[in-house]
């Protein structure tokens, strides 16, 4: 199980879609997905999601560590479904003031994007510090991450626009 510190632990491949097959339904909850192999999605997600035009993001999670450490998170290009950090600022969004949630372009300048949540893997890969009392938990599913990315989304909640 996730622990702050530690290094996260690669699941087999069969348990990871067996964990994900179980969780898909009420994970996604009737929103629209696209699953480009068994181990990832691409979900789209919403900034300023109330407005009359909110900000459309691809959200892409990875699930090679699931279900004990949360889904790989990433946010990409649409039309490439990848992400470069030279180009794709533009499909980031920007947060600020958030203290549950930030996505950084390169992460110390060396790291590639992570998006620093103890809902995703990447904020255990780089040894994010935290609070115990956030750290993913058996009762997560990858629900809990698109709701704290979504939250992160929201006005109130530090959402300044695009990054790019």
Known sequence: MAKIGADPILNSPTAAREALEKD???????????????????????????????????????????PDWPPGAQFVNPFTRQYDKTK????????????RIQVHADYNNSMGQVICSSMTLEFYKVRHGGKESEVWTEKHTFA?????????????????????
């Open 24 to 66: 898909l339904v009420q994970g996604l909850r009737g929103r629209t997905h696209q699953r480009p192999h068994p181990l990832t999605l691409l979900v789209p997600i919403f900034g300023n999601p109330d407005s009359e035009s909110p900000d459309l993001f691809l959200l892409r999670l990875q699930f090679s560590y699931y």
């Open 88 to 99: 794709d600022l533009i499909w980031l969004p920007r947060i600020e003031g958030n203290s």
């Open 144 to 164: 809990a991450t698109i709701n704290e990315i979504e939250m992160g989304l929201r006005p109130n909640d530090g959402y300044k626009g695009r990054m790019g």
